[in-house]
T-cell receptor
């Protein structure tokens, strides 16, 4: 009865390194959403994926950020050449599908860029 | 651009008091969800309202969806310290893109 699993919980990267954030959705959920949260800005939508497809990436910066949700395995949010401004909590949520918008969240990955 | 405004942004009350927080938009949503987030954790879904005018109760929490499906309120009766947290509302648009539109949240502190 596992919920949405994110790892790692905490990630420290030096400027210029790559960050890989993983998200395993709830069992039976084929839709994944990634959000970024800063203390002053609330939850900001980044990208919405179904298995093997990106449905909406309008909230994701066009450079350095990418996301995938392969047929097998977790969804990955990848940030290349991280900068200090990338420091934030990144949350993943999953839902069953188009007929159900209820999203269940993981505990997040807190990325710190030093 | 769809926006959800939540008010108040911050609220500090004493245990036993009642409170209401609001979630307002100029847009119509097909459904609206309320979440609570505690520090260091992800948001936890409390309730989903779908029908205009709908009222749902969850113990001491009462959720209402506006008749026009543009706004919602959350009323807490006899607040307890365990109610402390960030309350977020999120609206779902119509169509196949189920991207939720999020408010910035109401940060509630209930003091013993």
């Amino acid at each position: 009865n596992a919920g949405v699993m994110q790892n790692p919980r905490h990630l420290v990267r030096r400027r210029g390194q790559e960050a890989r954030l993983r998200c395993s959705p709830m069992k039976g959920h084929s839709h994944v959403y990634w959000y970024r949260q800063l203390p002053e800005e609330g939850l900001k939508f980044m990208v919405y994926l179904q298995k093997e497809n990106i449905i909406d990436e309008s909230g994701m910066p066009k450079e350095r950020f990418s996301a995938e949700f392969p047929k097998e395995g977790p969804s990955i949010l990848r940030i290349q050449q991280v900068v200090r401004g990338d420091s934030a909590a990144y949350f993943c949520a999953s839902s069953q599908g188009p007929g159900n918008t209820e999203a269940f969240f993981g505990q997040g990955t807190r990325l710190t860029v030093v | 651009t769809q926006l959800l405004e939540q008010s108040p942004q911050f609220l500090s009350i004493q245990e036993g008091e009642n409170l209401t927080v609001y979630c307002n938009s100029s847009s119509v949503f097909s459904s609206l969800q309320w979440y609570r987030q505690e520090p260091g954790e992800g948001p936890v879904l409390l309730v989903t309202v779908v029908t205009g005018g709908e009222v749902k109760k969850l113990k001491r929490l009462t959720f209402q969806f506006g008749d026009a499906r543009k706004d919602s309120s959350l009323h807490i009766t006899a607040a307890q310290p365990g109610d402390t947290g960030l309350y977020l509302c999120a609206g779902a648009g119509a169509g196949n893109n189920r991207k939720l539109i999020w408010g910035l949240g109401t940060s509630l502190a209930v003091n013993p």
